[in-house]
């Protein structure tokens, strides 16, 4: 499977972005979904995830402000970006997770594909 990520841009302190994942094949039967952030010199971190059964998950840093959603219809997840701040600035990337179990989802190494990434900057 490969995945496409979007919806990364510039925007000022406070705004709003929607990022997309979509999947070359339907995966939600088999893969939960996650996304992750890097920011310059700094390691890649867990965002958000849902397993296989759509239990989803977050970060503390972005709890309350940040939503992820799929579309099985379209075969699409959504990372929905509210309140955004300076230190979310980072490239996103989409992944995902074979199998995974609920308390592995926040962990890099469950995941086997990874997306190409998705430039996010927060500032005014």
């Known amino acids: 499977v490969q995945l496409q990520a979007s919806g990364g841009g510039l925007v000022q302190p406070g705004a709003s972005l929607k990022l997309s994942c979509v999947p070359s094949?339907?995966?939600?039967?088999?893969?939960?979904v996650g996304w992750f952030r890097q920011a310059p010199g700094k390691q890649r971190e867990f965002v958000a995830a849902?397993?296989?059964?759509?239990?989803?998950k977050y970060a503390d840093s972005v709890k309350g402000r940040f939503t992820i959603s799929r579309d099985n219809a379209k075969n699409m997840v959504y990372l929905q970006m509210n309140s955004l701040q300076p230190e979310d600035t980072a490239v996103y990337y989409c992944?995902?997770?074979?199998?995974?179990?609920?308390?592995?989802?926040?962990?890099?190494?469950?995941?086997?594909?990874w997306g190409q990434g998705t430039q996010v900057t927060v500032s005014s």
């Open positions: 849902f397993n296989l059964s759509g239990s989803s």
């Open positions: 094949r339907r995966i939600f039967g088999s893969y939960g």
């Open positions: 992944a995902a997770a074979p199998r995974v179990i609920y308390s592995q989802l926040s962990n890099p190494a469950s995941y086997d594909t």
